[in-house]
């Protein structure tokens, strides 16, 4: 028998044992279960979703509220059933899922549509998290615009204003980058720091905005009836939206609560983070996020956009540095830099782990770095997604929402039909036909839906059809906003998903897993 030598204690083996370690601390288990021993507690999660959903993206979001001229009472109540809606959709669609398979949402794709599959829906998903982490980076960047005075772009611009902006948004951007590169842990750790401080700072602003309202009325509130007056006939007055603007009503503002991170919950990307939860009820950790960011924050920074509006209606501008720093001085600035990075990176982070696995033999910590630069770029170049944030938003989830109804109908009920879970994974199969057919016929239906008097409009002017009363009718009836359509396309994926399965999986006969 051959003498089996003991290296560890000497000098030429060491350097490979502490790489070892060192990747083992980094390591996010792209490809296998977050182990036992990698599992986070409930804190982790409280400050994750506090910090990532108090961002600065609140800044931009709350003042478009008012630009569509939402009234109080759509507003403040649309946003308590919304909200609540995205917390019951975290715990029950997409954390015992998470706590359950311990994968992340690319690669538990993978066993169920295919490599082929996955990668076109990595790259959508890659593709609208790095755009949004541009707008995070876009309104993290005006926060330079205070000390530098450079141009920034106005509500309506498509393109960069200046080079100053340019300048800025990449100075934002890498540092944002560093953080994301370096993984969750990185993020939470940043997240429970910072996220106290902004929630305050963030109250800050609606405290001393709301006092400016009372102040400029000539108002006492000596009951709630007297802070009702003020909000419905001040501040929330539910007229005529800005021009371009679709006016909102309670519907509006209730969807979007709820849909707003559809790609997370329904849409279940949130599987990547919530992995790493103990136990699934861990999942209302994202009511920290619902009523202290998408509730409170977009409150006050709503409060923000009105009193400028208030001062002078022509003022359009949805500039958070400047509008922060009339309110709150240095610390206003500082927490819209914050509050961008605590969204950005997690961003990039979710960024990085889908283009990771288009790319496998390209490590995590390079790809994010790619999906950085990229971000940045997107931010300098595209200002236009900033300020049309509430349709980016909803297309996002409307594009990944499908892939959501997939996994949940593969986890749960595909086996109580004889069928086959993970069928790509047990047939050797790169594409998984009944998940594609299902993605693109919801997509395509749901496309349709929001254009039809588009559609319409185009059909009669060139000739193809008559205006008719029946054509009206249809344009009236059948068009659904974007902002409605995602819900009920849900039900039709996981319906044409399940259907499409039986008579898929008896065509092509599953082949034992190797391995």
């Given at each position: 028998?051959?003498?089996?030598?003991?290296?560890?204690?000497?000098?030429?083996?060491?350097?490979q044992?502490?790489?070892?370690?060192?990747?083992?601390?980094?390591?996010?288990?792209?490809?296998?279960?977050?182990?036992?021993?990698?599992?986070?507690?409930?804190?982790?999660f409280?400050?994750?979703?506090?910090?990532?959903?108090t961002?600065?993206?609140?800044?931009?979001?709350?003042?478009?509220?008012?630009?569509?001229?939402?009234?109080?009472?759509?507003?403040?109540?649309?946003?308590?059933?919304?909200?609540?809606?995205?917390?019951?959709?975290?715990?029950?669609?997409?954390?015992?899922?998470?706590?359950r398979?311990?994968?992340?949402?690319?690669?538990?794709?993978?066993?169920?549509?295919?490599?082929?599959?996955?990668?076109?829906?990595?790259?959508a998903?890659?593709?609208?998290?790095?755009?949004?982490?541009?707008?995070?980076i876009?309104?993290?960047?005006?926060?330079?615009?205070?000390?530098?005075?450079?141009?920034?772009?106005?509500?309506?611009?498509?393109?960069?204003?200046?080079?100053?902006?340019?300048?800025?948004?990449?100075?934002?951007?890498?540092?944002?980058?560093?953080?994301?590169?370096?993984?969750?842990?990185?993020?939470?750790?940043?997240?429970?720091?910072?996220a106290?401080?902004?929630?305050?700072?963030?109250?800050?602003?609606?405290?001393?905005?709301?006092?400016?309202?009372?102040?400029?009325?000539?108002?006492?509130?000596?009951?709630?009836?007297?802070l009702?007056?003020?909000?419905?006939?001040t501040?929330?007055?539910?007229?005529?939206?800005?021009?371009?603007?679709?006016k909102?009503?309670?519907?509006?503002?209730?969807?979007?609560?709820?849909?707003?991170?559809?790609?997370?919950?329904?849409?279940?990307?949130?599987?990547?983070?919530?992995?790493?939860?103990?136990?699934?009820?861990?999942?209302?950790?994202?009511?920290?996020?619902?009523?202290?960011?998408?509730?409170?924050a977009?409150?006050?920074?709503?409060?923000?956009?009105?009193?400028?509006?208030?001062?002078?209606?022509?003022?359009?501008?949805?500039?958070?540095?400047?509008?922060?720093?009339?309110?709150?001085?240095?610390?206003?600035?500082?927490?819209?830099?914050?509050?961008?990075?605590?969204?950005a990176?997690?961003?990039?982070?979710?960024?990085?782990?889908?283009?990771?696995?288009?790319?496998?033999?390209?490590?995590?910590?390079?790809?994010?770095?790619?999906?950085?630069?990229?971000?940045?770029?997107?931010?300098?170049?595209?200002?236009?997604?900033?300020?049309?944030?509430?349709?980016?938003?909803a297309?996002?989830?409307?594009?990944?929402?499908?892939?959501?109804?997939?996994i949940?109908?593969?986890?749960?009920?595909?086996?109580?039909?004889?069928?086959?879970?993970?069928?790509?994974?047990?047939?050797?199969?790169?594409?998984?036909?009944?998940a594609?057919?299902?993605?693109?016929?919801?997509?395509?239906?749901?496309?349709?839906?929001?254009?039809?008097?588009?559609?319409?409009?185009?059909?009669?002017?060139?000739?193809?059809?008559?205006?008719?009363?029946?054509?009206?009718?249809?344009?009236?009836?059948?068009?659904?906003?974007?902002?409605?359509?995602?819900?009920?396309g849900?039900?039709?994926?996981?319906?044409?998903?399940?259907?499409?399965s039986?008579?898929?999986?008896?065509?092509?006969r599953?082949q034992?897993?190797?391995?």
């Amino acid at each position: 028998m051959a003498k089996v030598e003991d290296f560890s204690n000497t000098s030429v083996c060491r350097p490979q044992l502490e790489q070892q370690e060192a990747a083992a601390a980094h390591e996010e288990y792209e490809r296998r279960p977050v182990p036992p021993s990698a599992l986070l507690g409930f804190k982790s999660f409280l400050g994750m979703y506090a910090g990532e959903h108090t961002a600065g993206t609140e800044l931009m979001i709350g003042p478009l509220f008012v630009a569509a001229g939402v009234s109080a009472f759509d507003f403040i109540v649309g946003l308590l059933v919304g909200n609540a809606l995205a917390v019951i959709s975290w715990m029950l669609f997409c954390a015992p899922i998470a706590t359950r398979a311990r994968l992340t949402l690319y690669y538990q794709l993978e066993q169920i549509c295919g490599r082929k599959l996955v990668t076109i829906y990595n790259l959508a998903n890659g593709v609208m998290f790095t755009i949004l982490a541009g707008a995070m980076i876009t309104v993290s960047a005006t926060a330079l615009g205070v000390g530098f005075k450079f141009e920034m772009p106005g509500l309506n611009d498509t393109a960069p204003t200046s080079v100053g902006w340019v300048i800025a948004v990449v100075i934002v951007g890498l540092l944002f980058t560093i953080c994301a590169a370096y993984g969750f842990k990185a993020m939470c750790r940043f997240a429970n720091v910072a996220a106290p401080w902004m929630v305050l700072v963030f109250l800050t602003f609606g405290i001393i905005t709301f006092k400016r309202f009372m102040d400029a009325s000539q108002t006492e509130i000596r009951s709630l009836s007297d802070l009702w007056t003020l909000c419905s006939t001040t501040i929330w007055k539910g007229g005529e939206p800005l021009a371009g603007r679709v006016k909102f009503t309670f519907w509006h503002v209730m969807f979007f609560a709820w849909f707003c991170n559809m790609a997370w919950h329904i849409g279940l990307s949130d599987l990547t983070v919530l992995r790493y939860a103990k136990k699934s009820w861990y999942a209302i950790a994202s009511a920290a996020g619902m009523y202290v960011g998408h509730f409170m924050a977009w409150i006050c920074a709503s409060l923000l956009f009105a009193y400028q509006l208030h001062l002078d209606p022509t003022n359009t501008n949805v500039h958070a540095g400047p509008m922060t720093y009339e309110t709150a001085g240095l610390a206003g600035v500082f927490c819209v830099v914050i509050a961008g990075w605590t969204t950005a990176s997690p961003t990039m982070y979710r960024a990085g782990l889908a283009f990771q696995a288009i790319m496998p033999k390209r490590s995590r910590f390079a790809v994010t770095w790619g999906i950085g630069v990229c971000s940045l770029i997107a931010a300098a170049v595209f200002p236009v997604v900033t300020m049309r944030l509430l349709d980016f938003v909803a297309i996002w989830g409307l594009i990944l929402m499908p892939m959501g109804a997939v996994i949940f109908v593969d986890f749960w009920i595909i086996r109580k039909f004889g069928l086959q879970s993970n069928y790509a994974l047990h047939s050797g199969k790169s594409f998984n036909l009944a998940a594609g057919l299902a993605w693109l016929i919801t997509l395509t239906v749901c496309t349709v839906l929001v254009n039809t008097t588009k559609i319409a409009d185009a059909l009669v002017a060139r000739n193809i059809l008559a205006d008719t009363a029946s054509l009206q009718w249809i344009k009236q009836h059948l068009t659904i906003e974007i902002f409605f359509v995602s819900l009920p396309g849900w039900f039709v994926t996981a319906i044409l998903y399940l259907l499409i399965s039986m008579v898929y999986q008896k065509k092509i006969r599953p082949q034992p897993a190797k391995g």
